[in-house]
T-cell receptor, first 113, second 112 residues
Framework: NAGVTQTPKFQVLKTGQSMTLQCAQD?????MSWYRQDPGMGLRLIHY???????DQGEVPNGYNVSRSTTEDFPLRLLSAAPSQTSVYFC????????????FGPGTRLTVL | KNQVEQSPQSLIILEGKNCTLQ??????????LRWYKQDTGRGPVSLTIMTFSENTKSNGRYTATLDADTKQSSLHITASQLSDSASYICVVSRSNDYKLSFGAGTTVTVRA
C-alpha cells in the first residue's frame, strides 16, 4: 500500500512551457485534490474531484487543468507555465465521510524561470 | 483574510521542554478541526482530528484542545524531542462541503 504518490519530485520549467504533475493513490478513495503551498501561506486548493469523471475548481484554479478518468489517478496540467506558479504542489486523497483523514503525497517542487 | 489564523509563526524550544501552539478560526458551519505535522520536504501527516463535541484529543506527546464556542484550538507538545522540529498546521473543515481551510502553520525548532 503506497498511499499517495506524486511524480516528479522536482521540476524546473521555462515560462510558457507546459507539463503534467502526476498523482496516484491505491486506497480506493473517491475524493482527491491538488493544493499549492507558498511561503507564509496556508495550503490553497487548486482543483478537486469527488469521483471518476467529476472535477471542480478550488480557490486558485487559473492556469491549471485536471481530469479524473480513473479512481486512482488525478493528474494536474500546467497549460503555459508562469513564474507565479513556482510553488510546492501537494496531491491528497480522502475516503468517504467528513471525519476521514486526508492523506497527502510527498509533494512536487516546481520552479518556473 | 484567512479563516484560520495560527500563532506564533515560529518558535524555538530546548529539547525536553513543552510548548503550546494556537489556532483561531472563523470557519462556519464547523465540522471538525485537524492538526497536521509537516516535516521539511514532506507532505502533511495527520496528528489529531476533533469534532464539535470533542474538546481534547491526544496522540502520544501531542495533545490538542478545542473550544468550539470561542473557535479556538491549541496543540501542546510535551517533553519535546529533536524529531518534533516541523511545521504544525491547523485545518478546519466546514460541515456543508468537502473543502478545508488551512492555517499558515507554526514552525517549531527543537534544539539540543
Amino acid at each position: 500500500n503506497a498511499g499517495v504518490t506524486q511524480t516528479p519530485k522536482f521540476q524546473v520549467l521555462k515560462t510558457g512551457q507546459s507539463m503534467t504533475l502526476q498523482c496516484a493513490q491505491d486506497m480506493n478513495h473517491e475524493y482527491m485534490s491538488w493544493y499549492r503551498q507558498d511561503p507564509g501561506m496556508g495550503l490553497r486548493l487548486i482543483h478537486y474531484s469527488v469521483g471518476a469523471g467529476i472535477t471542480d475548481q478550488g480557490e486558485v484554479p487559473n492556469g491549471y487543468n485536471v481530469s479524473r478518468s480513473t479512481t486512482e489517478d488525478f493528474p494536474l496540467r500546467l497549460l503555459s507555465a508562469a513564474p507565479s506558479q513556482t510553488s510546492v504542489y501537494f496531491c491528497a486523497s480522502r475516503g468517504g465521510g467528513r471525519r476521514n483523514e486526508q492523506f497527502f503525497g510527498p509533494g512536487t517542487r516546481l520552479t518556473v524561470l | 483574510k484567512n479563516q484560520v489564523e495560527q500563532s506564533p509563526q515560529s518558535l524555538i524550544i530546548l529539547e525536553g521542554k513543552n510548548c503550546t501552539l494556537q489556532c483561531n478560526y472563523t470557519v462556519s458551519p464547523f465540522s471538525n478541526l485537524r492538526w497536521y505535522k509537516q516535516d521539511t520536504g514532506r507532505g502533511p501527516v495527520s496528528l489529531t482530528i476533533m469534532t464539535f463535541s470533542e474538546n481534547t484529543k491526544s496522540n502520544g506527546r501531542y495533545t490538542a484542545t478545542l473550544d468550539a464556542d470561542t473557535k479556538q484550538s491549541s496543540l501542546h507538545i510535551t517533553a519535546s524531542q529533536l524529531s518534533d522540529s516541523a511545521s504544525y498546521i491547523c485545518v478546519v473543515s466546514r460541515s456543508n462541503d468537502y473543502k478545508l481551510s488551512f492555517g499558515a502553520g507554526t514552525t517549531v525548532t527543537v534544539r539540543a
